[in-house]
């Protein structure tokens, strides 16, 4: 079992004698400063973030791999140049070119480890930049002589997941950008406008309604605590910021109570979870093996824990067909799907295909969700400024009626 890690604020030397902070994952501080060796910076300092912090995009476990289109990338051109003849070491020269600046350093690591004599994936161990999908099918595939095959099915694989959070992407961002404006409307009307009308309204003399009193009181408050309402706001910015781990799944969590949405999350998961099962078997990974690595793919709790306890019961000897059918996270179709391409022993291809047929569903699941959605964000708007508007238009009428 793999130790656990903290994330460590450090203070380190580049090559150049210029100091520089960072943040990164590592077991223990002697950890951290092997890490850093291997990117040629001395580490000066550390400390040890509390527990239960982990920021986004800080290595370790998940985090500091290569990102997905920049692992693409690199699996296309192995198996683009693999393929006509060019050597592994020349193939990594060429994929270093084709990647961001970042992972461009750990292509760079990579060759030199190969071509110091290092296998493939024992030289992707070292670098740290490959998760365990990748660094398995590597491994099986040296062994089976087949480094091309196996990058071509991991690239497939790579830009079917590009795929799908490219969908949730468009899904989230349009509901986001009409949220975010509809808020700073709301707090411009209620920093400027509201007060003014408040204090026209009260110089009128006339009977103010107590949901009038209420927003104009907040818009009062707000105007004369500007500084402190945006610092407050700030420094719950930076609480989430921090502990965005833990408020990821507390949003996963509740957004998975909703129909349509919980539909797409799942069929998202079933990409990713056949993707990684269909490159690694057809790499020749045992299928007790490939379960487990794809298995810490998975999100979804319930899910998650049904294959871990399908993983243990095929290591013990059970047989997949008579353990699918307690893993009613599945659909139906899909178990008995399953149970068939084992009968007939292509499983890899049965991976393959319902990895594709998950593919489809996020796609057509996310544009009925976008089209559910937009009639919600316009209610969800009329929420946010309705309350204002009615708290402005009150006075006025009972000042119009005399009432």
Not at 23 to 46: G, N, P, Q, Y
Not at 51 to 77: E, F, I, M, Y
Not at 242 to 262: H, Q, W
Not at 317 to 342: C, H, Q, Y
Request: charged share 20%; glycine share 8%; hydrophobic share 50%.
């Amino acid at each position: 079992m793999a130790s656990a890690t903290a994330t460590f604020v450090y203070s380190a030397i580049t090559p150049t004698g210029q100091k520089t902070l960072g943040l990164r994952s590592a077991r223990d501080r002697d950890h951290l400063t092997d890490e850093l060796k291997r990117r040629d910076l001395l580490l000066m300092s550390a400390w040890k973030l509390p527990g239960g912090v982990a920021l986004a995009g800080v290595p370790g476990d998940t985090k500091g791999l290569l990102p997905l289109r920049d692992h693409a990338a690199l699996n296309d051109q192995l198996h683009t140049l693999l393929s006509r003849g060019v050597t592994l070491v020349e193939a990594l020269e060429v994929a270093q070119s084709v990647v961001s600046a970042k992972s461009a350093e750990t292509i760079h690591q990579l060759r030199e480890l190969v071509s110091s004599g290092h296998s493939f994936a024992d030289a992707c161990v070292e670098t740290g930049g490959f998760d365990q999908v990748a660094i398995g099918v590597y491994r099986a595939a040296e062994r089976s002589g087949d480094l091309t095959g196996a990058a071509a099915r991991l690239s497939q694989s790579t830009e079917r997941q590009l795929s799908v959070r490219g969908k949730a992407v468009t899904v989230m961002i349009y509901p986001a950008i009409v949220c975010t404006v509809s808020l700073l409307l709301l707090l411009v009307m209620l920093i400027f406008l509201v007060p003014n009308l408040a204090k026209s309204v009260r110089d009128m003399d006339t009977n103010i309604p107590w949901f009038s009193q209420i927003i104009f009181s907040l818009g009062e408050w707000l105007h004369d605590n500007v500084a402190a309402a945006g610092l407050a706001a700030l420094g719950a910015l930076v609480i989430a910021i921090a502990f965005r781990g833990a408020v990821m799944r507390l949003v996963l969590r509740a957004s998975r109570r909703i129909p349509a949405v919980g539909e797409l999350m799942l069929a998202s998961e079933l990409t990713r979870l056949f993707g990684v099962l269909a490159a690694m078997t057809r790499t020749g990974v045992p299928l007790a093996e490939a379960m487990g690595v794809a298995t810490g793919t998975v999100t979804h709790l319930p899910l998650r824990k049904q294959l871990q306890d399908l993983r243990t019961k095929l290591v013990e000897g059970g047989v997949l067909r008579s353990l699918i059918e307690k893993v009613d996270e599945l659909p139906l179709a899909t178990r008995r799907l399953l149970i068939a391409a084992e009968r007939s022993g292509d499983l890899d291809q049965a991976f393959d295909a319902m990895a594709e047929r998950a593919g489809q569903e996020v796609q057509t699941k996310s544009a009925r969700l976008l089209a559910l959605m937009e009639p919600m964000v316009i209610l969800m708007m009329v929420g946010l400024l309705g309350p204002i508007i009615i708290a402005i238009a009150l006075p006025m009428i009972r000042l119009r009626t005399g009432t």
